[in-house]
């Protein structure tokens, strides 16, 4: 970010990897779970939150605007 290397476990990368294929449009929990995952993942969506939050703190370490928006009651999405 901003010309910083990240240093990002595979679910982060996969996850941040579906928000830029899907800039601008919300992805839900289901969704990102069926991307990342598996659709027999058979996980809870509660591991998506976990793993969205350790990706923007990392992200915010190197520039505090947030690009990964909660859309309530819906999911999240990239803000470019």
């Known amino acids: 970010r901003d010309g910083q290397k990240l240093t990002l476990t595979t679910t982060e990368f996969k996850i941040?990897?579906?928000?830029?294929?899907?800039?601008?449009?919300?992805?839900?929990?289901?969704?990102?779970?069926?991307?990342?995952?598996?659709?027999?993942?058979?996980?809870?969506?509660?591991?998506v939150d976990v793993h969205v939050a350790n990706l923007r703190r990392k992200l915010e370490e190197i520039d505090s605007r947030r690009i990964i928006l909660t859309v309530n009651r819906a999911g999240y999405k990239l803000q470019a």
């Not at 601008?24 to 598996?38: A, S």
């Open 16 to 47: 941040l990897q579906s928000l830029i294929e899907s800039a601008e449009e919300v992805l839900t929990r289901p969704q990102i779970l069926d991307k990342v995952w598996g659709e027999t993942s058979g996980y809870s969506s509660n591991i």
